[in-house]
């Protein structure tokens, strides 16, 4: 009964909680303290008179917390290590040599490259395609030409007039003209005349072919290749390298293997 006649309303004005609540502690207290007197007496008034020392109390109680709270917080503020400075964070761009792909400056440096390998690759596959649709075109001399009229060769004579051009000597004797084809029947290399030795001396291996074009030295493994030689209808010689001729086939008996004048 005598804690329910105590006014804790008078106690809501302490602002810290803490204090507040001890301070309605203690007047619940001295309410008790006090009450068995004022029970006895029969008198409702004494709890009230004994408040107002508790409530002196309170405040005093209050202030001491709020003296030692305030030391308590200067202690920490004292005491407190000093924030740690500010130090500029690790360099975020990642050299791309060590394959740093994963800053944005790293990501778009590979986006570059990409790009570039792209490009040259299709270039290159563009080049490639234009060289496929337009194809070098090989001028090759003519396979059949006109040499020029029989008499315009001097008998026992190698003519060498058109070896760059056609390919063949064209070799004029008593009885009649050949055209030897210019290629080794080694490998292919362009022998050499030697008129001095009278014979088609082959640079690349040392095959030798008397003037006949019969091979007789180095690793030429058959004689030089007669190309087809007639008289053109205005008089002239013609050769024709389109049809040929070999001496181990027996086909140098045949007639247009030889012009026979
Ligand atoms: S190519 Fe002529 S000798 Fe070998």
Known sequence: MAEENVDLSEFDDIPDRVAR???KAEAM?????GGAAPASAGAGKAPAKKAAPAKKAAVTAAGRAAVARELTERVIVQTSPAPPAIRPGPERTQPLAEGGITTRRGFFSWLTLAWVAFASASAAGLTAMGRFMFPNVLFEPPQSFKIGFPDEFDVGNVDTRFTDKFGVWVVRNTSGMYALISVCT???CTPNWLSGESKFKC???G???YVSGI???GPAPRPLERARIVL???GQVLVDKTQKFQYEKGQWDLPDSFLRI
Do not use: T, Y
Request: aromatic share 8%; net charge neutral; glycine share 14%.
């Open 21 to 23: 609540a001890k301070a």
């Open 29 to 33: 207290r001295a309410a008790k303290g």
């Open 186 to 188: 080694h490998l292919g």
């Open 203 to 205: 640079p690349c291996h």
């Open 207 to 209: 095959s030798g072919f």
């Open 215 to 217: 091979n007789f030295e």
């Open 232 to 234: 053109a209808e205005d």
